[in-house]
């Protein structure tokens, strides 16, 4: 408002300068309702932010808690697995053991097997034997190059060989 140092005296300027008076302070008026109009929009707006920020700040408080959380889990599904894979290698271990002493085990029955093939084979050899000379003692008169005893005791000493056979 530019206001002249001297007011005029008139009645028609007295009138005109308070219309004029009167339209500035409607201006104004209108200008300090629309700043608080202004205000309080950014009043709402400064309130809705900030609630934003409390719920973001809520949300990555539960966050880092889960991710917290996740981690503990994850350690121990880790020794968990570390567990795991130590019992797995240990029963590995425990396995090429049993193996290795299925083999050797299997190598001793094979030794064995032959041997008893072997004691078998010999033992019907022998058996053989003893049973072709009886046969050839039996079939054989009896000589006497000694005496009446020899002879006796020949044919009885068969006999007993005999019966154990």
């Known amino acids: 408002m530019s ?3 001297e007011f005029p005296v008139d009645a028609e300027s007295m009138k005109k300068l308070e219309k ?6 409607k201006s104004e008026e209108k200008k300090l309702q629309s700043a608080f109009k202004d205000m309080h929009k950014y009043e709402k707006s400064e309130a809705k932010a900030s609630k934003s920020v409390d719920k973001a700040v809520k949300a990555v408080r539960k966050l880092e ?10 350690h121990a599904v880790t020794r968990k697995h570390d ?7 240990g029963a590995q ?36 034997e003893r049973h072709d000379k009886l046969d ?5 008169p009896p000589t006497q190059t000694g ?19």
């Open 3 to 5: 206001a002249p140092t």
């Open 20 to 25: 004029e008076f009167s339209m500035e302070a």
């Open 65 to 74: 808690k889960l991710e917290l959380e996740t981690i503990n889990s994850l």
């Open 83 to 89: 567990v795991a894979v130590a019992d797995l290698h």
């Open 93 to 128: 271990a425990d396995l090429h053991t049993q193996q290795q002493q299925l083999e050797k085990h299997k190598q001793d029955l094979s030794t064995a097997r032959k041997h008893v093939d072997q004691v078998t084979k010999d033992k019907n050899d022998h058996d053989r």
């Open 136 to 140: 050839q003692l039996h079939s054989s």
């Open 147 to 165: 005496g009446p005893s020899a002879g006796t005791s020949g044919t009885s000493g068969t006999g007993a060989s005999q019966e154990r056979t």
